[in-house]
């Protein structure tokens, strides 16, 4: 109804942004929508009907608010590099997904604001904030990883563990999942299928595997023969180009910092790249990555040459993909 009324305000609400639509208005009555977690849905259904207004703008603004509380948790997590990570999160080539009705800048928000707590060390703070993000996507269930790695760590619970030591880490633990245990409750008592965010996968094509997990090689295996086959002349293999190298410039990243990051980050850094391999397909990651920039950007270079050549670049490409995107192409 939007597309036919105004093109140019739909094209925000493309793809996923329609399911979460749907998801606030209607909640899940449609099979296939229980692959979207309820955390964003839920804010735009409650905004939308406090305010008295229509679910798309809401969508919109709840994007754009979380989007800029990100901006600010930034400069208290990284004072010095503040402006760089900004600008790295800003024109990410696929950075136009922060303004659509996507979970991103809400995911991010949320992530960015557990590792601030983290850093304070308010673990059940923490543990609050875990368990939204764990309502809001699958890799938010990583946030209790990092959570459960840092107090393991930092209290040395692998030397000598008190019971209540370990009353208190399970209590944490059930915290910070507690919205991923409470959706997978609710799609047990629903539709009798605690798994079914899994299992409704394929039917969003992508070449996504619910029913077995595909090791890693075998997805570098599969796109190096699609970049031997498929006709380099089309969109798709672009896509598979930009999926590849995204996806193995980031894993570069994280092995080439390895020892700048504490073990909960990197728990958490290096889980959520590799999930999404897992289903056999990159195909989203380069939207993926945008919610672990803010860790992978900060030392990346201090050459203000090389800073000025990826911002032009990175600008030009971002123009780029977002015609793509306006033009119906499925970009990640």
Avoid: C
């Avoid at 109804?1 to 942004?17: E, I, K, S, T």
């Avoid at 309820?38 to 969508?59: D, E, K, M, N, T």
């Avoid at 939204?132 to 990883?145: K, M, Y």
């Avoid at 996968?201 to 996504?208: N, S, V």
């Amino acid at each position: 109804m939007v597309q036919a009324q105004d093109p140019a305000r739909a094209m925000w609400g493309y793809f996923d942004g329609t399911h979460y639509l749907r998801l606030a208005e209607f909640g899940y009555v449609d099979v296939g929508t229980q692959a979207f977690f309820p955390l964003y849905p839920a804010f735009i259904s409650i905004f939308g009907r406090l305010l008295h207004l229509s679910y798309f703008p809401v969508a919109i603004a709840v994007s754009l608010v979380t989007l800029t509380l990100s901006l600010v948790v930034i400069a208290y997590l990284w004072p010095r590099s503040r402006w760089w990570v900004t600008m790295v999160i800003l024109l990410f080539p696929t950075a136009f997904y922060w303004g659509t009705i996507y979970t991103e800048s809400l995911f991010l928000f949320l992530s960015l604001l557990f590792f601030l707590l983290l850093k304070r060390k308010s673990y059940w703070a923490a543990a609050v904030v875990a368990g939204l993000s764990s309502a809001t996507r699958l890799v938010g269930v990583f946030l209790a990883l990092a959570l459960i790695v840092e107090v393991v760590t930092k209290r040395r619970l692998w030397r000598s563990a008190k019971p209540s030591d370990v009353v208190y880490l399970i209590f944490i633990s059930l915290l910070s999942l507690s919205g991923f245990l409470f959706y997978m409750a609710f799609l047990n008592f629903r539709f009798g299928d605690p798994l079914m965010f899994l299992h409704v996968q394929t039917l969003f094509g992508a070449e996504r595997s619910s029913d077995r997990l595909i090791l890693l090689p075998q997805v570098l295996y599969r796109y190096l023969q699609m970049i031997l086959t498929v006709d380099p002349t089309t969109w798709v293999y672009q896509k598979i180009w930009l999926e590849i190298i995204t996806f193995l410039g980031a894993l570069a990243l994280l092995f080439t910092q390895f020892r700048r990051h504490s073990a909960a980050l990197l728990a958490y850094l290096l889980a959520s790249l590799l999930l999404p391999t897992l289903t056999g397909t990159l195909s989203s990651v380069p939207r993926y990555v945008l919610v672990l920039l803010p860790y992978l950007s900060v030392p990346i270079t201090a050459n203000k040459w090389a800073r000025y050549g990826w911002v032009v670049f990175s600008t030009g490409f971002l123009i780029y993909l977002f015609r793509q995107y306006v033009g119906g192409a499925f970009v990640a």
